[in-house]
C-alpha cells in the first residue's frame, strides 16, 4: 500500500466512524423534541468507534444468552426476498412537512390491513401516522391520519407496535416517547380512540440510565407472562417480564439478553415472533456492519421460550434474514438498507404469531442517494417483501 493510499484509508475509516457516530446518537431522541415523562432516557455520550464499556473482553458478536447450534423449525432453509418500489411515502399537508414514514407496524382485521408508523417532519419533528387500506396495492393511495390530532400523541411519539390483548379484549399501541408508553383501544381502525398514553415503567430502571437508554420496545406473550424487548443502540439487547394477568403493569427489572462488543451488530428494531406449528420463537435484530458494507440488515436468533437462550440464525451482512445481498428488486433496487419493520403476522394477538412458510416483511429503506448526514432527514419509505 503507498503512502497516499494509506492516508485515504485512514480517511475514510474516520468518516465511517463519524457518520456511525452520527446515526448512534441520533436514533435515541430527535433534537427537536424531549420526552414526555420524568423517565427519560439518559444523557447520549459521543461513540469513538471503541467497544462498549464494560465489554472490551467481549468477542464480536458474543452474546450472553446464546446457545451453539442454529435451528430453522418452521422456517424455510434458504432466505430469499423480492421487493415491491415504495409503497407508503411520507406525504405533507399544511400542519405537517413530512420527510420521512418509518418504524411500520401492520395487521391485518376486518379484511383490511392497518398500519402505524413513525413520521419525520422536517427540523427532526417526530410523531406517527396512520392508514388503512384492502389491498397493498392501494396502499400509495390511502390517506395518512396524522396522530397528533389524537389528545395525548402531540408530542415525540415513534416506534409503534399494535396487537390485540386477549385476556382484556383490548388493543394496544406500544410506542416510545422517551420510556416505553401504551395506549388502549377498542377498535384500531379509529385512530381518533386511543386512550390517553401511559407508561410502563414508573421511572427509568438503573440499568437503562447507566447504559445509554432504551428505545424500539416489542411486547409479546406466551401463556404465563408478557415479556417487553427492547435495544439501546449501543450493542444491548435488553428483555423485562410481568405476570400475564398484571400486563401492562408490575415489569420486572429489565436483565441483558444478549450483548455484542461492536454496538452496530446488535443494533436496534427487535422483532420477536412465535412460529405457528412449532415450539420456536424467532428474534430479529437490526444491524450494521463491515460485512454489509454499514448498509442496514437484519440478524435472526431462535430459541424454545421467550427466555433464551438465543441460537444464531442468520448472522453477516453476507447472509442475512433480510438484507441488500438477498433482496431482489421487482424494478428499480430503490434501497440498499432493510432497517425497521415487521413481519406480517399470522393473526393479530398477544402471542405474535407468524407463518415461517408464507413470510412478508413491511420494512424502511431509502434510495441509495440519498443524504444520510443528518438521521433525521433521512426520507424513509416503506416497502414490502415477500419470500420467493
Not at 421511572?203 to 417487553?228: M, R, Y
Request: charged letters at 15%.
Amino acid at each position: 500500500m503507498t503512502a497516499m493510499a494509506s492516508v485515504r484509508l485512514s480517511v475514510a475509516k474516520a468518516a465511517v466512524v463519524l457518520v456511525l457516530s452520527t446515526v448512534l446518537c441520533s436514533c435515541l431522541r430527535p433534537p427537536s423534541q424531549g420526552p414526555t415523562s420524568a423517565a427519560s432516557l439518559a444523557a447520549v455520550p459521543a461513540r469513538d468507534g471503541a467497544a462498549l464499556a464494560g465489554t472490551a473482553a467481549l468477542p464480536s458478536t458474543l452474546a450472553a444468552n446464546l446457545a451453539a447450534a442454529p435451528a430453522t423449525a418452521g422456517l424455510p432453509a434458504n432466505l430469499s426476498w423480492t421487493s415491491t418500489g415504495p409503497l407508503i411515502i411520507p406525504v405533507s399537508d399544511a400542519a405537517h412537512d413530512l420527510v420521512a414514514v418509518k418504524d411500520p407496524t401492520v395487521v391485518r382485521f376486518h379484511d383490511r390491513w392497518h398500519v402505524y408508523a413513525s413520521s419525520v417532519a422536517r427540523g427532526g419533528i417526530y410523531g406517527m401516522v396512520y392508514l388503512s387500506f384492502a389491498d397493498w396495492s392501494e396502499a400509495s393511495q390511502a390517506s395518512l391520519y396524522y396522530m397528533d390530532k389524537t389528545p395525548g400523541f402531540n408530542t415525540y411519539v415513534a416506534a409503534p407496535q399494535l396487537f390485540y390483548f386477549t385476556p382484556q379484549r383490548k388493543w394496544y399501541l406500544v410506542f416510545q416517547s422517551g420510556p416505553p408508553m401504551f395506549s388502549t383501544a377498542d377498535d384500531p381502525s379509529d385512530p381518533t380512540k386511543w386512550t390517553q398514553p401511559s407508561a410502563f415503567f414508573a421511572k427509568t430502571p438503573a440499568i437503562v440510565e447507566q447504559n445509554g437508554g432504551w428505545l424500539d420496545f416489542w411486547v409479546i406473550c406466551d401463556s404465563q407472562s408478557c415479556h417487553l424487548f427492547f435495544s439501546n443502540d449501543r450493542g444491548r439487547w435488553y428483555k423485562s417480564k410481568t405476570p400475564i394477568a398484571k400486563f401492562p403493569y408490575g415489569f420486572s427489572d429489565p436483565v441483558v439478553v444478549m450483548q455484542d462488543s461492536e454496538a452496530g451488530r446488535l443494533f436496534e428494531a427487535c422483532n420477536v415472533y412465535k412460529i405457528n406449528e412449532t415450539n420456536k420463537y424467532l428474534a430479529l435484530i437490526e444491524a450494521f456492519d463491515a460485512s454489509s458494507n454499514w448498509r442496514r440488515y437484519f440478524r435472526s436468533w431462535t430459541s424454545d421460550s421467550l427466555e433464551g437462550p438465543w441460537t444464531p440464525l442468520q448472522e453477516s451482512g453476507a447472509s442475512p434474514f433480510a438484507g441488500k445481498h438477498n433482496v431482489t428488486f421487482a424494478g428499480t433496487a430503490w434501497s440498499d438498507d432493510i432497517s425497521h419493520g415487521e413481519l406480517i403476522r399470522a393473526g393479530h394477538d398477544e402471542t405474535m404469531a407468524i407463518d415461517g412458510s408464507r413470510l412478508q416483511y413491511l420494512y424502511q429503506g431509502f434510495v441509495p442517494s440519498a443524504n444520510t448526514s443528518n438521521y433525521n432527514a433521512i426520507p424513509w419509505q416503506l416497502g414490502l417483501l415477500t419470500l420467493r
